[in-house]
Nanobody, 121 residues
Framework: VQLQASGGGLVQTGGSLRLSCAASGRTFSSYAMGWFRQAPGKEREFVATISWNGSRKNYADSVKGRFTISRDNAKNTVYLQMNSLKPEDTAVYYC???????????????WGQGTQVTVSS
């Protein structure tokens, strides 16, 4: 499956962005999807994951209550709605596909190219 992330940009503290990840290739609805991020000089970290049918969602503690992951299997797209953004949310955000909705990066088989999110203070 091929993944294409989009929707990043520059936003002020407290603002919102919605990231999208469009999938093509093999059956999107078979996969759990996740969002990860990597800030400059830091390791890539888990942000959110959603099961294949959307029934289970999990979030990193740092984004819980501010970010919402969702998916539309008819459109082969997963979303990450990001509200109340903080400067520490600045990172390249990656979407990824896995057979299970895991927080572990190693479980994800397919990765998108990343989209830059910058939150100014």
């Amino acid at each position: 499956v091929q993944l294409q992330a989009s929707g990043g940009g520059l936003v002020q503290t407290g603002g919102s962005l919605r990231l999208s990840c469009a999938a093509s290739g093999r059956t999107f609805s078979s996969y759990a999807m996740g969002w990860f991020r990597q800030a400059p000089g830091k390791e890539r970290e888990f942000v959110a994951t959603i099961s294949w049918n959307g029934s289970r969602k999990n979030y990193a503690d740092s984004v819980k209550g501010r970010f919402t992951i969702s998916r539309d299997n008819a459109k082969n797209t997963v979303y990450l709605q990001m509200n109340s953004l903080k400067p520490e949310d600045t990172a390249v955000y990656y979407c990824a596909a896995a057979w299970t909705d895991s927080k572990q990066e190693v479980e994800y088989e397919y990765w998108g190219q990343g989209t830059q999110v910058t939150v100014s203070s």
